[in-house]
């Protein structure tokens, strides 16, 4: 079983930035995915990025150019760097850890982009 836990969220200006970071413990196969995703009041929950073991990123349209994935293997931690904020950014961010398509979930974070 493996456990997710997220920090960095809370409150910034539109165009500011704010770094998201996960840590996973617990069962962690060698090969495996990490991610963000998001759900705002009264919408479904979408992709923002992924990032498997090797390096290979997928983002999200409406982040691409803004929002930066990585991570560090050694401390199974995924990071998100999110710049250029805008208010539709808010929503509950969702760290996300899957293999052999077994999804497990974080807590979620708040991020809200005040205009």
């Known amino acids: 079983q493996v456990q997710l836990v997220e920090s960095g969220g809370g409150l910034v200006q539109a165009g500011g930035s704010l770094r998201l970071t996960c840590v996973a413990s617990?069962?962690?196969?060698?090969?495996?995915?990490m991610g963000w995703y998001r759900q705002a009041p009264g919408k479904q929950r979408e992709l923002v990025a992924t990032i498997t073991t090797g390096g290979s990123t997928n983002y999200g349209a409406s982040v691409k150019g803004r929002f930066s994935i990585s991570r560090d293997n050694t401390k199974n931690t995924v990071y998100l760097q999110m710049d250029s904020l805008k208010p539709e950014d808010t929503a509950v961010y969702y760290c996300?850890?899957?293999?052999?398509?077994?999804?497990?979930w974080g807590q979620g974070t708040q991020v809200t982009v005040s205009s």
């Open positions: 996300a850890y899957t293999e052999t398509g077994q999804y497990t």
């Open positions: 617990g069962k962690i196969f060698r090969i495996n995915g």
